[in-house]
């Protein structure tokens, strides 16, 4: 099974700014586990999961930031109350619904 590892984050030598390629570790489960979605078609290759993955993470913090400078320039922040309430209604845990900044 091939995973495509150098179809799409490997650009052509004087290709400009393009991806470059970086080192990732994954557990091998997790490797395991894309690999089969992309044997399924859950996905191109290894590597457009891990850059979709990433870009979704990006995402959510850009937002996540952009959410909390309201907050801060609003000069106040939402209640427990409606904290639990939206985490709930997001699915996620006190941990996961918060950003790395």
């Known amino acids: 099974m091939t995973d495509r590892a150098n179809s799409s ?3 052509p030598a004087g290709a400009g700014a393009g991806p470059t390629r970086p080192s990732v570790t ?8 894309i690999r089969r979605l992309v044997a399924v078609g859950r ?6 999961y891990v ?3 990433v870009a979704e993470r990006l995402e959510r913090d850009r937002s996540l930031s ?6 801060e320039r609003k000069g106040s922040a939402p209640s427990a109350e409606h904290l ?3 985490r709930e209604k997001l699915g996620v845990d006190d941990k ?4 790395d900044t």
């Open 66 to 71: 952009e959410l909390q400078d309201l907050f």
């Open 43 to 48: 996905a191109s290759s290894v590597d457009e």
């Open 51 to 53: 850059a979709a993955a």
């Open 26 to 33: 994954l557990s091998g489960s997790q490797l395991e586990q």
């Open 96 to 99: 996961e619904g918060e950003a």
């Open 9 to 11: 984050l490997n650009p």
């Open 84 to 86: 639990a309430w939206a």
